[in-house]
T-cell receptor, first 112, second 117 residues
Framework: ETGVTQSPTHLIKTRGQQVTLRCSSQSGHNTVSWYQQALGQGPQFIFQYYREEENGRGNFPPRFSGLQFPNYSSELNVNALELDDSALYLC???FGRGTEAFFGQGTRLTVV | AQTVTQSQPEMSVQEAETVTLSCTYDTSESDYYLFWYKQPPSRQMILVIRQEAYKQQNATENRFSVNFQKAAKSFSLKISDSQLGDAAMYFCAYRSEYGGSQGNLIFGKGTKLSVKP
């Protein structure tokens, strides 16, 4: 297992609500990336945080936002949840932007 | 934009046999990394093997090896002596080494590998 931990592991929310997912990066890692994996699909890049600054974003609307804290842990916030936001959300940490990424076990979000 | 294509949604192999998973990609860049990740039912993505585009030699990790054909933009994974624990989803991924895209992975849709005892 990697040292990347995500919480919660499962979550059910109602359409229109807001959700916050958390990721604790592996010790020594200063970069966190978030991915959305819909059922039966490969993960899609949401955004990346490097030393507390957003550093690259995929094709996701502004209601997907994030934070990285001084200890390099990170949050993914999604506002105004839609049914299509139901997916596995994966966090990956690395030391620097171009180095090997280690993934957490993911958060399964279900929007009803 | 870069794309990654895995044309085999499902594959099956007999235990102890060899199987090859296919991956093609499209890019105009010359410097990049390619990866194979394994995702078991536990959901955690596990790095299987990586290949640097500037290296001509194919990467090998124990029973796992790749056939990297840069000109053809092909990157297949060969699993030798398949074991029951190899059963999982396998994802091919591309990572640019340039600018704002550096660090984010572009994944294919995956291949589900079953291993028969």
């Amino acid at each position: 297992e990697t040292g990347v931990t995500q919480s919660p592991t499962h979550l059910i929310k109602t359409r229109g609500q807001q959700v916050t997912l958390r990721c604790s990066s592996q010790s020594g890692h200063n970069t966190v990336s978030w991915y959305q994996q819909a059922l039966g699909q490969g993960p899609q890049f949401i955004f990346q945080y490097y030393r507390e600054e957003e550093n690259g974003r995929g094709n996701f609307p502004p209601r997907f936002s994030g934070l990285q804290f001084p200890n390099y842990s990170s949050e993914l916030n999604v506002n105004a949840l839609e049914l299509d936001d139901s997916a596995l959300y994966l966090c990956a940490s690395s030391f620097g932007r171009g180095t090997e990424a280690f993934f957490g076990q993911g958060t399964r979000l279900t929007v009803v | 934009a870069q794309t990654v294509t895995q044309s085999q949604p499902e594959m099956s192999v007999q235990e102890a046999e060899t199987v090859t998973l296919s991956c093609t990609y499209d890019t105009s860049e010359s410097d990049y990394y390619l990866f194979w990740y394994k995702q078991p039912p536990s959901r955690q993505m596990i790095l299987v093997i990586r290949q640097e585009a500037y290296k001509q030699q194919n990467a090998t990790e124990n029973r796992f090896s790749v056939n990297f054909q840069k000109a053809a933009k092909s990157f297949s994974l060969k699993i030798s002596d398949s074991q029951l624990g190899d059963a999982a989803m396998y994802f091919c991924a591309y990572r640019s080494e340039y600018g704002g895209s550096q660090g984010n992975l572009i994944f294919g849709k995956g291949t589900k590998l079953s291993v028969k005892p």
